[in-house]
């Protein structure tokens, strides 16, 4: 049986029950001395308490003393034990057993120090190592883990209470330093009889009496030293960490070593905040008063605390034993076995690391919040990697303990059919549970006010799973109790980044990206591309097939200039004989499309085949004899394709590739798929369709390169994009024009038409982009289509917005026309809307730039759908930044007169201004087709300044 100690306080007695797991203190007289050795064993304590008691400052010794006589040593200081308890002489019996004592004392040559010759042999263990973790520290004292998370304070405000764990996360370096000094251990043998209380229930055995009792106390002195460090250079770490090192560690060799760690103690002066914590018990006074703590008067105070002990030694432990190693207790409880703790250690380790960090964590967002308040700090969102994503899931709410369930259901009849019920819904819900996905928080004061509430909700948990351990030890080896906590180091890169801000550029509004982070993970430079992940799939990379998981990781290191996209088709049940590609695995900066051949019989597309400038061809599936379609690209212009459909099939549970939609940013299209022959087919064949979009970003100089997935001998099974990121096609001198919709795909062929002609018509189009649109079910053979591409110009800016709804028919009510009334007087009008604005549902004005629309559409149970409402957030000023806090937020609406409605299947826009560049981009005016009275279709125009 290993040795079980705990940190020593005066409210220990012998006997006294202990749990070993929390560290805390239970029955008194759990165990009983034997009376045939109580009286023997009282005169051996007493003697103890004399010799070992703490040095009194005695400036005489009284003129009662009896006798000087060094003979009879051990007699004379029982007497004075036995005299101890009067109040009068306690201080001189102390004192003259103590000067008794040091009579025949020797000069240690070495040391040059008295060593009083009753010292017994000492063991000292001397240590000293850089830490990480708080539980290494926590570890080495015998601290509770539980104790330190229930108190939030190491030790729970005992021995290690002098530890501050906010300067210990914050620091560069930290070093302990400990030296262990065992003078005696004294373990009376007679507290050997279990003393068992009547009528307490077992479940309450250890609520009562704990795991363990206290049997004994190691006598001697330990000193802990905590060295932390915050380096402002952080290119000297490794420096000042090995002079340390060599200063701390290798005494015997310090003096090779002196001129080395004198020449890094001004580096270490100037380029670093110090931090020294000691802790001590046993030795007396340990260092000069007048002089500071330093490392190197904490170095000599290392190497004197043995024989400092050896004169002044205190107990340190208390020594634990087990009520299992006592024959009486088996006697009594021959049924019963106490809780057992020894595998809980490195699960509480853990807690209690992730609990300080969340503590760290939590006063630092309380700062930022300070700072951002005093606009002294700015702040970004967090940019976090796909796979910080995919950890970023917890589930909820944590099981109990399975000894708590027990515990309960053993209650009353009544109460016992309660939890009964409450345990069957418990553990039905644990089966059905779901993992929660956290997002990553608004760079907002929102924001890191839910960030605050999450912090404190993962620190609450933890302090309800450590008693849940100590209720019931084996929680501790239950490995799917981690998927219920939340990873510090995942929170810490989901919150804001917030920075400081100098009073220059807080005046100056100038944000400096190389600024102290005061909160949030702000990655290195020279790693951003192993944190940028090379893939975005609809489904997690772990559920693609095996081949293709080790192919698209074998181009990680790409992730800077290339993206995998999709996957449409067959993801999980790809059979072992289909041929993968991934073009990623061969493209390089040469590699720029030309032009795109598809081959395709009867809606199932068979190959794929891409030709680059330079000559280069890939395959992608069959490709054989004649292309069905083709589409070329114009270099001249810098043409690419910016916008790919992927229709698939799905027949008998086999998916395929059915059809393939091409857009470029000069409008150019392609559309590989018949759907009047697919509408025919459906009806006997019984294929299902769905269509997957792949767009770039606005923000992103994304354009096609080459395909990813799987093929049989007849057809795709799989496909994905692989996007490359352009600065110019192909030549240096010739930009990427963004593209002017952004979802010319999904229109029908007279907006695409109308689309095409403005291409043509507008003179500068990388001033406006089309958004996207939603749209309703009605259809009309001669719909009505309106575009401000028509009319407006980019220096217009809106000053208000008028709606209009039908007056009859089963559109009343419902919206039917629009205004848009500008600065400079002029105004555009689309739909019906009437002559003279007060005849309009509502005009309402606009006070700064547009820059997010919401278009939700609905449908009732009996009817068509319509468009329901139109909403737009305004900018917080002319600059068109979003408002920083949501309160300060500005919104115009118009809701049709039906009011809410429950959410349908049809399309719901949200969209906000696009962000290409430092321009300023803001809502100009609509777009879509008015059919039969109604707004059918409405997409955002948006321009820049």
Known sequence: MAQLLAPYNNSMRLGQGFNSYTQQTCLDQAVLPDPTFAQSDALRRKAADVIYSPPVNVEKPSSDDTSSDSSGSESKLL?????????????????????????????????????????????????????????????????????????????????????????????????????????????????????????IHQDRFNEIYGDTFISGWESGGELNAIISMKIADKSKVFEIKASLEAELTTPSVSGAVKGTFEMTKNSITSDTETTIAVNWSGGGRIKDPT?????????????????????TPQRTYAILTKYTALESFHLQNPDYSPLDYENAGVYTGSLLDNYMDYKSLWKQISFASYELEGNRATIDLAQPSQDVYDLA????????????????????????????????????????????????????????????????????????????????????????????????????????????????NAVLGVKDPSATVILGYNPPVHETSTLIPVYKFNVPIDKQDYRLQASIRKCAAKAEDYRVHGTAGEVEQVHENAQMFNALETLNATFCPSSIAVWAKDNV????????????????????????????????????????????????????????????????????????????????????????????????????????????????????????????????????????????????????KDVLGHMVRLQNRNKFIMGDFVFTDITSTKPVIFNALTDVESTWTIAKLGFATANSGPGKGRLSGLKVLYTNGRSLKYGAYPEKDEEASWVCDVNSPIVTAKLVTTKPVDGSSFINSVEFILAADNLGQLPGWPLDVGTVRFLSDEGEQSPSDLPTLVESAPKPGKTIWSMKGFYGEHTDELITKLGIVWGRS
Request: net charge neutral; with cysteine.
């Open 605 to 752: 597309v068979q190959g794929i085949q891409v030709t680059y400038t330079k000559g280069d061809k890939m395959t992608f599936g069959v490709c054989n004899e004649k292309a069905t379609d083709t589409l070329d690209l114009d270099g001249k212009v810098s043409e690419a394709i910016v916008e790919i459909n992927i229709k698939t099939g799905a027949k008998d549970g086999k998916k395929y590739i059915a059809g393939i939609s091409f857009a470029t940013n000069a409008c150019k299209l392609l559309d590989v798929f018949d759907q009047a022959s697919f509408d025919e087919t459906k009806k006997t064949s019984g294929v299902t369709l769905e269509t997957f979009r792949y767009v770039r970003g606005d923000d992103q100089p994304w354009t096609l390169r080459g395909f990813f997935g799987f093929a049989d001998n007849v057809r795709l099974l799989s496909l994905g994009v692989v996007w490359g990121k352009d600065s110019f096609v192909p030549t240096p001198n010739s930009l990427l024009p963004s593209p002017l919709c952004r979802n010319l795909l999904g229109m029908n062929q007279a907006m695409q």
């Open 291 to 311: 002089e500071d703590w330093s490392i190197a008067s904490l170095k000599k105070a290392a190497a004197a605390f043995p024989d400092l002990v050896a004169i």
């Open 79 to 199: 007497d004075g034990a036995q005299s101890v308890s009067d109040p009068g002489t306690n201080a001189d019996v102390i004192e003259r057993a103590r000067q008794e004592a040091l009579k025949d004392s020797k000069k240690d040559s070495n040391s040059g120090l008295i060593v009083p010759a009753w010292v017994k042999p000492q063991i000292v263990t001397y240590s000293s190592r850089f830490v990480d973790k708080l539980s290494d520290v926590t570890d080495a004292m015998n601290i509770s883990g539980s104790l330190s998370i229930k108190t939030a304070t190491i030790g729970g405000k005992a021995n290690g209470s002098y530890v501050d764990s906010d300067k210990f996360k914050s620091s560069d370096i930290n070093f302990h330093l400990q030296v262990k000094v065992t003078n005696q251990v004294v373990e009376p043998g007679n507290y050997c009889i279990f003393n068992k209380i009547p009528h």
């Open 393 to 504: 899931k917890v589930k909820g709410p944590l099981p109990p303990a399975k000894r708590s369930a027990q515990k309960l259901l053993q209650g009353s009849t009544k109460g016992s059919l309660a939890i009964s019920q409450q345990g069957e819904t418990t553990g039905s819900s644990n089966q059905t549970e779901n993992e929660e996905s956290i997002a990553v928080f608004p760079a907002s004061f929102a924001g890191l006010i839910q960030a605050r509430k999450l912090c404190r909700m993962e620190m609450a948990k933890i302090v309800s799973e450590v008693d849940a351990v100590a209720e019931d030890p084996s929680v501790a080896t239950d490995v799917t109790r981690d998927s219920y906590f939340l990873n510090p180091l995942i929170f810490k890169q989901l919150v804001p980044i917030v920075r400081s801000l100098s009073a220059e």
